[in-house]
């Protein structure tokens, strides 16, 4: 059964990206304003949703935050904007990735991949980890429910952070390399060269740590990658 992307472009931009994807296999929508993407998104249940920020009638982001509400479909952004700031409220919001203009077509239609290869992957994981539970002192992560608590009080996560937190949570004390997280949260080969993972490193220890300390759970590793540190209290599984 073929994959179905939504793609979600101003007009006159959105045939190329369209008749690329369309040229890898894939079955390809095209909303061209915000309003028509809210309603094919909920009409079609597309597997993948590529948005452009650069709308007619309405901002990409708000769309993004909209979508978010009511589905977990797979969101790649693409934008002319390059600020880290767009980038990470783009993420914030919960998009899957953020692509810069220009890009790359086939780094494109690799991400949409990736995202599908991610959401298969997820289903199957949940089903047999159903009910499994990680506790680190302070820190308590159901992915079933996808419920992060600290302290008791209840974290609000995007998919993909509990997706990241757990990937180094359930490997405590180990180093787990940048590629490796970037291949098993996002589905992306190391051909792929995106600052996602930093991004979202940076937004989890928002969450989860003391501003104003060292970092106490998620650790960096100089030019390898990221290290999720136990609490003193034992862990259980």
């Not at 990206?17 to 390809?28: I, P, S, T």
């Not at 009511?70 to 790649?76: A, D, H, N």
């Amino acid at each position: 059964m073929q994959a179905t992307v939504l793609v979600v472009q101003s007009p006159g931009g959105a045939a190329p990206m369209h008749d690329h994807l369309e040229g890898q296999g894939f079955e390809v929508a095209a909303a061209t304003t915000g309003a028509e993407a809210l309603v094919m998104q909920r009409r079609l249940q597309p597997d993948v949703l590529v948005l452009d920020l650069a709308l007619p009638d309405v901002d990409g982001l708000d769309v993004c935050r909209r979508i978010r509400k009511q589905s977990e479909v797979p969101l790649i952004i693409v934008s002319s904007r390059p600020s880290e700031l767009d980038r990470v409220l783009g993420l914030e919001l919960g998009a899957d990735d953020y692509v810069v203009k220009p890009y790359d077509a086939e780094e494109l239609v690799e991400r949409v991949k990736a995202s599908l290869r991610r959401v298969r992957g997820s289903r199957q994981a949940a089903s047999a980890r159903r009910g499994h539970v990680l506790e680190f002192g302070a820190i308590k992560i159901d992915r079933a429910a996808h419920c992060v608590t600290l302290n008791g009080d209840t974290l609000h996560l995007t998919p993909m952070e509990l997706k990241l937190l757990w990937a180094l949570a359930e490997r405590a004390g180990e180093v787990v390399p940048s590629e490796r997280l970037l291949l098993e949260v996002w589905g992306y080969p190391d051909t792929v060269k995106t600052r996602t993972l930093d991004v979202h490193i940076g937004r989890l220890r928002k969450k989860l740590e003391d501003a104003a300390a060292d970092p106490r759970y998620i650790i960096t590793v100089p030019r390898i990658g990221y290290k999720f540190r136990e609490d003193t209290a034992t862990s259980k599984r």
